[in-house]
């Protein structure tokens, strides 16, 4: 009886391990195939990636063609047209001629025009001539200044000389975009500030500068006007006679470009 028992005792285990050693075995090779897929996908992918060679240039935006931009290359002034559809873009502001980029593309191409990997901008002509904005939510508000917050923290403009935008002047918990100058961090100056009640107006789109006229050229040709802090800015205009406006005036000025230019282009002037 007991060799009887241990005979079976023993047959079970060997069904057991053999069981065992089969499941094993098929899970050793799941795993080796699944092993072999990956590499497999991650050997195409690696070869695909080195198939790819890039190369570099920088150079001048001398025309704008919907996705396409001609840029005269700065190293021998040759033009050629880049396709910029499924480019991996960094910019501020919108593509303009004359602007100064840098362009990967696939090195040997015979494309025309050249598809771009990536372009980023260096130096854009609509940048040069825009003073920086901030966005942000309006914290507080007095008759000459503007605090908003931006990304957890506090900037404080002075907005005596501000052209203001918006359908119930400034007001806190309201989002706002200030446009100013001078240091962010350093009591800046307000040129502008629109609320987000106003954001797609045609008003939100001018740029102005209200401020005490401090003096009148000879012949009209231009005019300038003193801030709060006591700065001077001038204002010139080939279609405005500045004759009519006095000393002492207070004058709300539209104008193109930036506030900071040595000469400021006035479109309109009003007077307050």
Do not use: H
């Not at 795993?31 to 570099?56: C, F, G, L, R």
């Not at 001398?62 to 005269?72: A, H, N, R």
């Not at 873009?89 to 100064?100: H, I, K, V």
């Not at 500045?242 to 479109?267: C, M």
């Amino acid at each position: 009886m007991k060799k009887r028992l241990l005979a079976t005792a023993i047959l079970v285990l060997a069904v057991g391990a053999t069981a065992c050693s089969k499941k094993a075995d098929t899970e050793t090779a799941s795993s080796a195939v699944e092993s072999t897929a990956a590499e497999t996908t991650s050997t195409a992918a690696e070869t695909e990636a080195e198939e790819i060679e890039e190369d570099y240039m920088s150079g001048l935006i001398t025309k704008i063609d919907g996705d396409v931009l001609t840029v005269k290359n700065d190293e021998d002034d040759t033009e050629k047209n880049y396709d910029i559809s499924a480019a991996e873009l960094t910019q501020e502001f919108p593509f303009a001629e004359g602007d100064w980029v840098e362009i990967c593309y696939p090195a040997e191409t015979t494309e025309d025009p050249v598809p771009v990997i990536s372009l980023e901008v260096l130096d854009s002509v609509i940048g040069q001539n825009t003073d920086p904005s901030e966005e942000g939510t309006v914290v507080d508000a007095t008759m000459n200044s503007i605090t908003i917050e931006v990304d957890g923290e506090n900037y404080t403009f002075s907005t005596a000389n501000a052209y203001i935008v918006g359908t119930n002047g400034i007001q806190s918990g309201k989002k706002a975009t200030v446009t100013y100058i001078g240091d962010l961090d350093d009591d800046p100056m307000g040129v502008k500030v629109v609320m987000e009640d106003s954001y797609d107006t045609p008003e939100s789109e001018k740029f102005a500068f209200i401020g005490e006229v401090c003096q009148v050229g000879e012949e009209g040709e231009n005019i300038v006007l003193e801030s709060a802090e006591g700065d001077f800015y001038t204002f010139v205009s080939d279609d405005i006679d500045f004759s009519e406006y006095s000393e002492g005036d207070i004058l709300q000025i539209e104008y193109t470009g930036t506030i900071t230019a040595k000469e400021v282009q006035a479109v309109a002037v009003t007077k307050k």
